[in-house]
């Protein structure tokens, strides 16, 4: 079983900052979220390779990233494939509050967050069972 490495990726004045929520010394920045997850990845080959006091011990094949991402970074990322009309239709939130979600004016409640999680998810299952 891989070990998983948990990494919250959250909007910033500067652009994108990420660090994992498991392993110690695991973070990353960028400008775009793009550029965030592939500074992490560099920031993992680097604790592999130097070893040291936060040495990562897992071979490639040993472990997953899996990205959590705060509302902000989130619908950033996918603007222009999900719209705040698309994430309405998803979860059933409006799209005055997914402006505000976007825009960091709030944040979500945990039963928003959790609505927002499963809309994208399931939306997911229904493109993974498409094939032309």
Not at 45 to 63: D, I, L, P, Q, S
Not at 95 to 117: D, E, S, W
Request: charged fraction near 25%; proline fraction near 2%; glycine fraction near 10%.
């Amino acid at each position: 079983m891989k070990k998983k490495v948990f990494v919250m990726i959250e909007k910033n004045e500067d652009g994108f900052h990420a660090h994992s929520t498991n392993v110690p010394a695991v973070n990353g920045y960028g400008g775009t979220v793009e550029e965030c997850k592939k500074n992490v990845f560099e920031g993992i080959e680097v604790a592999r390779t130097t070893g040291g006091k936060y040495n990562f011990n897992y071979k490639e094949w040993e472990y997953e990233v899996v990205f959590n991402f705060d509302i902000e970074s989130l619908m950033e990322n996918y603007k222009g494939v999900l719209t705040n009309a698309g994430f309405e239709k998803l979860t059933g939130i409006n799209q005055r509050q997914m402006y505000q979600y976007a825009a960091g004016l709030k944040k979500p409640r945990a039963a928003q967050r959790k609505k927002i999680t499963k809309g994208i998810h399931e939306l997911a299952n229904e493109l993974l069972a498409i094939e032309l």
